[in-house]
């Protein structure tokens, strides 16, 4: 991993999906036509591409350093707590005294900070595809990533849908779905499949907690694909 100190406007980003023009970045995408969320760019800190995913660290003006998933914007420092918070603790409130978690996806580590501050907890998982969203969280976001240093955490790098498949039936209390957009990597995760294995996966009376996104249509198919 090397990180990059160019400007801006070195950046180069999926056609049609987001842009860097000098001095801002732009997340742009057909899934909210009409829309563009805009950060003004100090430096670009990281570009990379793994074997999933172009991945880039900047540092913004107002919003602190900002982690970029295919021109999608996972996490900034200034907000990231409210989404982990929420995603986290919501259902492990939910429940008497969980003690395994499984956390799919959620590579920068927040869930993971925030499922250890439960003293019930005696193991959590977590499986994450792409190595590179761990490594980089780890270097540029260490207050996030602090989490993969809980001696309760097991990482899995490797697809979620298929290490949820293998797992034996009732062996967590709470799996927690921290996935990016519904598309590229994370399309599967969205699913019927996937949410028949989450359930299997479930002991009795256990709980799931999966991003449903703002907006209208990605929690319907959330909905829909949860239903029988």
Not at 95 to 107: S, T
Not at 181 to 210: C, N, T, W, Y
């Amino acid at each position: 991993m090397e990180g990059m100190n160019s400007e801006a406007s070195a950046v180069k980003l999926p056609e049609c999906f987001s842009s860097v023009i000098p001095g801002w970045f732009s997340e742009i995408s057909p899934m909210w036509p009409g829309e563009a969320h805009s950060l003004k760019v100090e430096k670009i800190l990281f570009q990379g591409k793994s074997e999933y995913q172009n991945v880039i660290v900047f540092q913004s003006s107002t919003y602190g350093k900002v982690l970029v998933l295919d021109g999608v914007i996972q996490l900034t420092e200034r907000d990231e707590c409210a989404y982990q918070e929420m995603i986290t603790h919501l259902p492990l409130c939910s429940i008497p005294n969980p003690k395994k978690v499984l956390v799919i996806g959620g590579g920068d580590g927040g869930v993971l900070r925030e499922v250890s501050r439960h003293s019930s907890v005696e193991k959590i998982d977590i499986c994450e595809i792409d190595k590179m969203v761990v490594d980089v969280s780890k270097q540029f976001f260490p207050r996030v990533a602090v989490g993969f240093d809980d001696p309760r955490v097991t990482l899995h790098i490797g697809d979620g849908v298929a290490f949820l498949k293998a797992v034996p039936e009732g062996t967590y209390d709470a799996v927690i779905v921290d996935s990016s957009d519904p598309i590229g990597p994370a399309q599967e995760l969205f699913e019927k499949p996937f949410f028949q294995s989450v359930a299997k996966a479930l002991r009795p009376g256990g709980v799931m907690h999966s991003a449903a996104f703002s907006l209208p249509s990605f929690a319907r198919k959330v909905i829909e694909s949860k239903s029988d």
